[in-house]
Structures are given as C-alpha cells and as structure tokens.
C-alpha cells in the first residue's frame, strides 16, 4: 500500500486481496539464504529506456520459492543500483523487491 504507483496499486492490491493473484517472495539464492543482505549474483541497474521510461534490468537466480508453481506474481529481491542518478532522489540504492507477473519475459 505504500509502494508504487496508483495504478500499480490499483492493479495488483484488489488482485492480491481476492487471491486472483498469488504472491511468492524470490529472496534466497543459490549462495544466500533469506539475509537479504548476503545476496550474492542478484542485481539490478535502473536504466532509461529508448521510450525515456525508467525500468530496472535485473539478474538474479533464485531457489526454493514456496507457492512459485502457482503462483501469478513473484517478488523478487535484489541490490539496485542507480550508477547514472537517474531515480533523481526518488527511491535509492540498496536492497529492492520488484513484483514481476508469471509470464514476464525472463522470469
């Protein structure tokens, strides 16, 4: 609820609180366990894209993810970084969770 923008809580807050949605947290990796702070290969760069809108490209690789069968949206936790300023003093580096639908190219 405090995270995102409305339209994002518009979308996916009534789908989670209906259980169209089911949540799973991608936090432990295969040299970490769920010390968010000991993430070891999973990043992510804040990158304007060639439309100017901002977005995150993110590696990461993740295991044992309870519910991620059924799951419909995933929340994955990884270090941002933002080398070019570009979130301009809106957010910051450090550990961040992005929620990512099942079916997002790449997940």
């Given amino acids: 609820m405090r995270y995102g923008t409305d339209e994002q ?7 989670l609180a209906d259980g169209t949605l089911i949540p799973c947290f ?9 010390d968010a702070t000991s993430l070891i290969g999973s990043y992510g760069t804040v990158e304007k894209g060639p439309d ?3 977005g995150v490209r993110a590696t990461f690789d993740k295991r044992y993810i309870t519910l ?9 936790g990884f270090d941002l970084k933002d080398p070019d300023g570009l ?11 992005a929620l990512l639908e099942r079916g997002h190219e790449g997940l």
Avoid: K
């Avoid at 979130?87 to 969770?97: A, I, K, N, S, Y």
């Fill in 9 to 15: 809580r518009g979308y996916f807050l009534p789908r």
């Fill in 26 to 34: 991608g936090l432990t990796g295969p040299h970490s366990g769920s």
């Fill in 52 to 54: 100017g809108e901002l």
């Fill in 68 to 76: 991620a069968p059924v799951a419909g949206v995933v929340g994955v």
């Fill in 87 to 97: 979130l301009g003093g809106q957010g910051g580096e450090g550990f961040t969770v």
